[in-house]
């Protein structure tokens, strides 16, 4: 089993790193300008920006449910659309903001741009993002924006004025207006010019160019010193980076208007071309509300990474409650909305590690393993070989993550109740643990996955428990073993006593592990989820399959043993794990015998109805 285990995770890692697939595929992701879906083929090169931090404060969560949404679109891309991704990301390091910032701290704007800016990226890789193939910083590309203004001018589109230089909104007429925000403003707004002393013709137009002011940062061009307006910096550096065209611009939604409405009339204005596609497909990132507001560093309601990572959130767990919602939702920032993602995460863990477990045990138990399949096993394979189909379509339509993870989920369930099974195939085990493990792997998921494919977060302390563990289990296993064989006798009775003591022990559930007894005589140590407590919480007291101790997750044999309104209330069971004598030693009466065996029944449907269903 090891020897294949092994192979089975090599494949996974080669699956991990492939980004083209040989199955037909085309990668789909809605339009926001069109609401059309627009497909990108298998092999083809992806030019891809998307409009990074203004850099002058943390990161907050806001940006991180941006950066991570586009980490797992471009992922899909990738693995799944056999897509090349050439990924930009923007740096605004010249901004109002920013000198604003650097005014209040006593630090120079250029320094704390890129103190800011090392912060940001450590932020997103803490996420669990991938490093963007580009990072286009506005003050490196100074010289290409000037460029670009000048174009712009040149064709009639832009006018100086008093040191700066505004784009003439009005020259594009009903055409300016791509995203909805922007339609029907042209009339109201043409007929109002908000600051007059502004030298704006219009109150749609917007600066391509600032004039100098003292004490700030500035750059030398035709129309004296200044320095970049916000808009034209993402047309000129994209230009720089991919040519005149783009595949696919992303950012968060209020990007939209005006900041990439006024990115189209750049491009336009610059080509003389106002009917022009610049881009073919927009993406755009929804909200994300704190008590009902929009987060933003404008209102002072935002959470940083730091503070949500530090506050018992996992990057994963965040990277799930993320995946629970279409990018392009708007999402409530809430703790009991993390700790949903918290709780199914640690669900899909304990699968992976009960089938990590599972296929890992003494050499001598694996020797007894079946190697036909049978109807759990057949089923378990289809299972498989459903679930990555439809994982993969779901993340070709759309990046609907949604559905590839109730998929993921639903298939760890089935994976989990397998390995706690008494007999297993260790094939179609390894097959569907990789499964789950490769799709999480792909999404971003690196520490669930790594339950299955990789080293724990502390290998020399979790194998060492494991292995002292498995030593122990083994000697209860072979002393309880030759207790069943033996006659009656007081000594019989209190071997296995014993051993249901050492089945129930508190220690073993602070140490994250359950022991299931199974028909067969063997023991099997299973790993349980974490607790769903605080770290100031006292440890549980009796072991338990998952963070809520659901009884549906009990196998029927274990039934009477670990429920928690049965557990001590018993000491003796039969073959099928029915209980055959009290707390005391005393045989059961026929009446309750016959009640446990209905309830023992009604719950063996029950399992055998999810495992269907899985």
């Given at each position: 089993?090891?020897?294949?285990?092994q192979?089975?995770?090599?494949?996974?890692?080669?699956?991990?790193t492939?980004t083209?697939?040989?199955?037909?595929?085309?990668?789909?992701?809605r339009?926001?300008?069109?609401?059309?879906?627009?497909?990108q083929a298998?092999?083809?090169?992806?030019?891809?920006?998307?409009c990074?931090?203004?850099?002058?404060?943390?990161?907050h969560v806001?940006?991180?449910?941006?950066?991570?949404?586009?980490?797992m679109?471009v992922?899909s891309?990738?693995?799944?659309?056999?897509c090349?991704?050439?990924?930009?990301?923007?740096?605004?390091?010249?901004?109002?903001?920013i000198?604003?910032?650097a005014?209040?701290?006593g630090?120079a704007?250029d320094?704390l741009?890129?103190?800011e800016e090392?912060?940001?990226?450590?932020a997103m890789?803490?996420?669990?993002?991938?490093a963007?193939s580009?990072?286009?910083?506005?003050?490196?590309?100074?010289?290409?924006?000037?460029?670009?203004?000048?174009?712009?001018?040149a064709?009639?589109?832009?006018?100086?004025?008093?040191?700066?230089?505004?784009?003439?909104?009005g020259?594009?007429?009903?055409?300016?207006g791509?995203?909805a925000?922007?339609?029907?403003?042209?009339?109201?707004?043409?007929?109002r010019?908000?600051d007059?002393?502004?030298?704006?013709?219009?109150?749609?137009?917007?600066?391509?160019?600032?004039?100098a002011?003292?004490?700030?940062?500035?750059w030398?061009?035709?129309?004296?010193a200044?320095r970049?307006?916000?808009?034209?910096?993402c047309?000129?550096?994209?230009?720089?980076?991919?040519?005149e065209?783009?595949?696919?611009?992303?950012g968060?939604?209020d990007?939209?208007f005006?900041?990439?409405?006024?990115e189209?009339?750049?491009?336009?204005?610059?080509?003389?071309?106002?009917?022009?596609t610049?881009?073919?497909?927009?993406?755009?990132t929804?909200?994300v509300?704190?008590?009902?507001?929009?987060?933003?560093?404008s209102?002072?309601?935002f959470?940083t990474?730091?503070?949500?990572?530090?506050d018992e959130?996992t990057?994963d767990?965040?990277?799930l409650?993320?995946?629970?919602?279409?990018?392009?939702s708007?999402?409530?920032?809430?703790?009991?909305?993390?700790?949903?993602a918290r709780?199914?995460?640690?669900e899909?863990?304990?699968?992976?590690?009960?089938?990590?477990?599972?296929?890992?045990r003494?050499?001598?138990?694996r020797?007894?393993?079946?190697?036909k399949f049978?109807p759990a096993e057949?089923?378990?394979?289809?299972?498989?070989?459903?679930?990555?189909?439809?994982?993969?379509?779901?993340?070709?339509?759309d990046?609907?993550?949604?559905?590839a993870?109730?998929?993921?989920a639903?298939?760890?369930?089935?994976?989990?109740q397998y390995?706690?099974?008494?007999t297993?195939?260790?094939?179609?085990?390894?097959?569907?643990?990789?499964?789950?493990?490769d799709a999480?792997?792909?999404l971003?998921?690196?520490d669930?996955?790594?339950a299955w494919?990789?080293a724990?977060?502390?290998?020399?302390?979790?194998?060492?428990?494991?292995l002292?563990l498995?030593?122990?289990?083994?000697?209860?296993?072979?002393v309880?073993?030759?207790?069943?064989?033996?006659?009656?006798s007081?000594?019989?009775?209190?071997?296995?006593?014993?051993?249901?003591?050492?089945?129930?022990?508190p220690a073993?559930?602070?140490?994250?592990?359950?022991?299931?007894?199974q028909?067969?005589?063997q023991t099997?140590?299973?790993?349980?989820?974490?607790?769903?407590a605080?770290?100031?919480?006292?440890a549980?007291s009796?072991p338990r399959?998952?963070p809520?101790?659901?009884?549906?997750?009990?196998p029927p044999d274990q039934?009477?043993?670990?429920a928690?309104?049965?557990?001590?209330?018993?000491?003796?069971?039969d073959?099928d794990?029915?209980p055959?004598r009290?707390a005391?030693?005393?045989?059961?009466?026929?009446?309750?015998?016959?009640k446990?065996?209905?309830?023992l029944?009604?719950?063996?449907?029950?399992?055998?109805?999810?495992?269907?269903?899985?």
């Amino acid at each position: 089993v090891g020897s294949r285990r092994q192979a089975a995770r090599s494949a996974v890692r080669r699956r991990v790193t492939t980004t083209t697939s040989s199955e037909d595929a085309s990668f789909a992701i809605r339009d926001s300008a069109s609401g059309a879906r627009v497909s990108q083929a298998a092999g083809k090169r992806l030019r891809w920006y998307a409009c990074g931090p203004t850099v002058y404060d943390a990161a907050h969560v806001g940006h991180a449910r941006t950066y991570v949404t586009l980490d797992m679109l471009v992922r899909s891309a990738r693995r799944y659309g056999g897509c090349e991704v050439e990924y930009a990301m923007g740096v605004t390091d010249i901004d109002d903001k920013i000198i604003a910032r650097a005014a209040e701290l006593g630090v120079a704007p250029d320094a704390l741009a890129r103190d800011e800016e090392a912060a940001f990226f450590e932020a997103m890789a803490r996420l669990g993002c991938e490093a963007p193939s580009r990072v286009l910083r506005v003050s490196e590309h100074v010289e290409e924006i000037v460029d670009f203004v000048r174009e712009i001018e040149a064709r009639g589109f832009a006018y100086a004025s008093g040191g700066s230089v505004w784009f003439d909104v009005g020259k594009l007429g009903a055409l300016y207006g791509t995203f909805a925000e922007g339609r029907g403003t042209s009339a109201a707004a043409a007929e109002r010019v908000d600051d007059p002393d502004s030298g704006k013709r219009d109150a749609r137009d917007f600066a391509l160019w600032k004039g100098a002011k003292a004490g700030e940062p500035s750059w030398e061009s035709p129309w004296g010193a200044g320095r970049p307006g916000w808009h034209i910096e993402c047309s000129a550096m994209t230009r720089a980076a991919f040519g005149e065209t783009l595949d696919l611009h992303a950012g968060g939604v209020d990007l939209a208007f005006p900041h990439h409405e006024n990115e189209i009339a750049q491009w336009r204005g610059s080509r003389d071309d106002p009917t022009g596609t610049w881009c073919s497909c927009w993406v755009h990132t929804g909200h994300v509300h704190i008590e009902g507001r929009k987060m933003s560093k404008s209102l002072k309601n935002f959470v940083t990474v730091d503070q949500m990572l530090d506050d018992e959130t996992t990057p994963d767990d965040f990277r799930l409650f993320c995946a629970l919602h279409r990018y392009r939702s708007t999402v409530t920032f809430a703790k009991d909305k993390l700790d949903d993602a918290r709780r199914l995460r640690l669900e899909i863990e304990a699968a992976l590690l009960a089938a990590r477990d599972a296929a890992r045990r003494p050499s001598d138990a694996r020797k007894r393993l079946p190697r036909k399949f049978g109807p759990a096993e057949d089923e378990l394979a289809d299972a498989a070989r459903q679930a990555r189909a439809e994982i993969r379509a779901a993340l070709l339509d759309d990046l609907d993550t949604p559905t590839a993870v109730a998929l993921i989920a639903k298939l760890a369930t089935r994976l989990r109740q397998y390995a706690l099974s008494s007999t297993l195939a260790p094939e179609p085990l390894v097959d569907c643990a990789a499964t789950v493990a490769d799709a999480l792997d792909a999404l971003g998921f690196a520490d669930t996955a790594r339950a299955w494919t990789g080293a724990p977060a502390k290998p020399a302390q979790d194998d060492a428990v494991h292995l002292a563990l498995s030593a122990v289990v083994d000697l209860r296993t072979r002393v309880r073993a030759a207790a069943l064989a033996a006659p009656a006798s007081s000594l019989r009775d209190a071997l296995l006593d014993l051993c249901d003591a050492a089945r129930d022990s508190p220690a073993l559930a602070r140490l994250g592990f359950v022991l299931v007894d199974q028909r067969d005589g063997q023991t099997l140590l299973a790993r349980a989820a974490a607790a769903d407590a605080d770290d100031q919480a006292p440890a549980p007291s009796t072991p338990r399959l998952d963070p809520s101790a659901a009884i549906r997750d009990i196998p029927p044999d274990q039934l009477f043993r670990l429920a928690d309104e049965y557990r001590g209330k018993f000491s003796a069971y039969d073959q099928d794990g029915l209980p055959i004598r009290d707390a005391d030693g005393n045989d059961l009466s026929k009446s309750m015998r016959k009640k446990l065996r209905k309830r023992l029944d009604l719950h063996n449907s029950k399992w055998q109805a999810r495992a269907t269903a899985a």
